[in-house]
């Protein structure tokens, strides 16, 4: 399994910006997706995920209401819009995936933690100006 996460760039407080990754695997649908980021010195931070479905999202405190995660199980790809960035959203951002199982019911705990996803993409960096 890999990922491809793409879309970081440098922008100016308040601007927005979309974040893509595009996942190698046959069975993409039966991956949940998360998105996380790492700010140098610190531990990798939950920021968002999203269900095998996409029917179930879950989003870190900090990025509600500006964040919305989505994927297109069509094109193997996970995206993260990102809007009102802030120079606090300064980070490497990451794509991961973990298997989940059908009928098995899943939660926020679940999702936030990076030791339960299984692969993890590159990463892609985001900077905000003020």
């Known amino acids: 399994v890999q990922l491809q996460a793409s879309g970081g760039g440098l922008v100016q407080a308040g601007d927005s910006l979309k974040l893509s990754c595009v996942v190698s695997?046959?069975?993409?649908?039966?991956?949940?997706m998360g998105w996380f980021r790492r700010v140098p010195g610190r531990e990798r931070q939950f920021v968002a995920a999203?269900?095998?479905?996409?029917?179930?999202?879950y989003y870190e405190d900090f990025v509600k209401g500006r964040f919305t995660i989505s994927r297109d199980n069509a094109k193997n790809t996970v995206y993260l819009q990102m809007k009102n960035l802030q120079p606090g959203d300064t980070a490497v951002y990451y794509c991961?995936?973990?298997?989940?199982?059908?009928?098995?019911?899943?939660?926020?705990?679940?999702?936030?933690?990076?030791?339960?996803?299984?692969?993890w993409g590159q990463g892609t960096k985001v900077t905000v100006s003020s």
């Open positions: 999203i269900s095998r479905s996409g029917d179930s999202t």
């Open positions: 991961a995936a973990r298997p989940t199982l059908e009928g098995v019911a899943y939660y926020y705990t679940d999702y936030e933690r990076p030791e339960n996803y299984d692969y």
């Open positions: 695997v046959r069975t993409f649908s039966t991956y949940a």
